[in-house]
């Protein structure tokens, strides 16, 4: 079973960017999607954005024109590049695949704040 790893996280201003790696222990070419998630305290874990294997894209509503979802199939890697962070944006954030039915890692903690 796939196994991910979850870096880039860190403490930003609001308005500021970061962009998140999700990196895989076998490939994920054959997987069709591959999604980040994120999890704020006491919150329930949320679907933030996915991407086919055939590069279509989705986002929660409150992403939409501010992160985009990348994946680098040669690389075994996918990237959330977020920009114009906000406060609420604050959680730790996971990658998995296929709405979730992977092996969650230990997650990436972004923090925004002044």
């Known amino acids: 079973q796939v196994q991910f790893v979850e870096s880039g996280g860190g403490l930003v201003q609001p308005g500021g960017s970061l962009r998140l790696s999700c990196a895989t222990s076998?490939?994920?070419?054959?997987?069709?999607?591959m999604d980040w998630y994120r999890q704020a305290p006491g919150k329930q874990r949320e679907l933030v954005a996915s991407i086919t294997n055939g590069g279509i894209t989705n986002y929660v509503d409150s992403v939409k024109g501010r992160f985009t979802i990348s994946r680098d199939n040669a690389k075994n890697t996918v990237y959330l590049q977020m920009n114009s962070l906000k406060p609420e944006d604050t959680a730790v954030y996971y990658c998995?695949?296929?709405?979730?039915?992977?092996?969650w890692g230990q997650g990436t903690q972004v923090t925004v704040s002044v």
């Open positions: 076998g490939s994920i070419l054959l997987i069709y999607n």
């Open positions: 998995n695949e296929n709405g979730g039915i992977g092996l």
